[in-house]
């Protein structure tokens, strides 16, 4: 009787993160095989925007698994018809291996979810869950979701600690198009996609229109993040309009203020060297609040932004002394945006209608106090942002 472990995905695009997770996968478990299945429609979420064909992500998961040692890419998903649901493809598979054992390979956040997956009834009869988890997570919330899943759904689990590189599929995507992705990809996987124009490689993203530039740009986020970069473009614009700055500018460094905001700490100080970015020791101690000068960066160089749109971006996070109404106005637009909800939003909003100035106080106070509160060093811009402020208003 063999063992064998089943590893779908969308696989969009196959990195280094997933063949790295696979070969622990059958070391730890002693597998025989490992079947790679890319979906053709994942049901748990939509395709990006950027995202290549069905055809591409085989051809490249083809090309990522080459060289490995008893792994086999299958086309079955793609071959079927609608979303690409688990349960039938278990099914399908026990039919081909009616006497093996079966695994199917996932992440903790699949495993975490697996109660809402279509049938998974089904699936806990064919195969144990295999779940790759690291030092970081929660094992009680991990043992629990176990003990619940086994007597809901009669679910073998076995739990296997993995070794994780610290990317995810949107950040690869990100960093292609950003042009630093090639750390993060075999390299026959990154010429297929260089050599098929894929993830905006290659393409000319400058001086795009609005709405090109919403779509290319809203691609390269997280899910979640989407709504609040588009409800950040529309503020700043009617905050343009109010207080007299160009609104053009406005939207288009309302949406692109958070373009580096998928990428880790690590990503981050990748990008700061390959456009030879020059940090402070604050800024190398802290990677996670790079996004906005990273992201200034980034709206320069890929997609052409004009200074004023870059100097927003760069500010939106920290602020600084003696900012301009558009750097103003990206700040605020950040924090007021409709999807914004946490105590003091409302008073921020309607300080922001009467006053710049009063908005960007308060706003910075609100983002001093709570650095503190965190136990955090508080960046010396926004200490000097506030400084700045309070001086100006009592002369005036």
Not at 55 to 79: F, I, K, S, W, Y
Not at 86 to 114: C, I, K, N
Not at 169 to 177: F, G, H, K
Not at 336 to 364: H, K, M, W, Y
Request: charged share 25%; proline share 4%; glycine share 6%.
């Amino acid at each position: 009787m063999a063992r064998i472990g089943i590893f779908g995905g969308s696989f969009n695009p196959p990195h280094l993160g997933h063949m790295l997770a696979l070969r622990e996968f059958q070391e730890k478990l002693s597998l025989d095989r490992v079947l790679l299945i890319p979906a053709a429609a994942p049901p748990h979420k939509k395709l990006t925007a950027n995202s290549p064909t069905a055809e591409h992500r085989l051809q490249m998961t083809r090309l990522a698994a080459q060289g490995m040692h008893n792994v086999e890419v299958l086309d079955l998903e793609l071959r079927r018809e609608g979303a690409s649901y688990t349960a039938d493809t278990v099914a399908q598979l026990r039919q081909t291996y009616p006497h093996d054992e079966l695994f199917l390979l996932m992440g903790t956040d699949m495993f975490l979810s697996f109660g809402k997956w279509y049938h998974p009834e089904r699936i806990a009869r064919e195969a144990t869950l295999a779940v790759a988890h690291r030092d970081a997570d929660d094992p009680r919330m991990l043992r629990e979701c176990e003990r619940t899943l086994r007597e809901t759904f009669g679910t073998r689990t076995v739990f296997v600690e993995n070794s994780f590189l610290p990317h995810s599929s949107t950040s690869v995507r990100a960093m292609l198009a950003f042009d630093c992705a090639a750390s993060y990809l075999s390299a026959p996987v990154l010429d297929y996609i260089r050599g098929n124009a894929l993830y905006f490689c290659g393409a000319k993203l400058k001086a795009l229109p609005f709405e090109e530039l919403s779509r290319v740009s809203l691609s390269l986020h997280k899910p979640k993040r989407v709504a609040h970069a588009a409800g950040c473009s529309m503020t700043a614009k009617q905050l343009a309009a109010q207080y007299g700055a160009d609104e053009t500018d406005a939207a288009r460094a309302g949406i692109l203020h958070d373009i580096t905001k998928a990428l880790n700490g690590d990503e981050q100080l990748k990008l700061c060297e390959r456009y030879a970015m020059i940090l402070d020791k604050f800024e190398r101690d802290n990677p996670k609040l790079l996004h906005a000068k990273t992201g200034s960066v980034i709206a320069r160089e890929i997609f052409g932004e004009n200074d004023a749109v870059c100097e927003a971006i760069c500010w939106h996070t920290t602020g600084k002394a003696d900012m301009t109404v558009l750097e103003k106005i990206v700040y605020l637009a950040d924090y007021i945006e409709p999807n914004r909800d946490f105590p003091g939003v409302q008073e921020l909003r309607e300080l922001t209608a009467r006053s710049l100035d009063l908005g960007l106080r308060r706003g910075l106070e609100m983002t001093i106090a709570q650095v503190r509160a965190n136990g955090r060093e508080v960046d010396r811009n926004s200490l000097g942002a506030l400084r700045f402020l309070q001086e100006r208003m009592q002369t005036e």
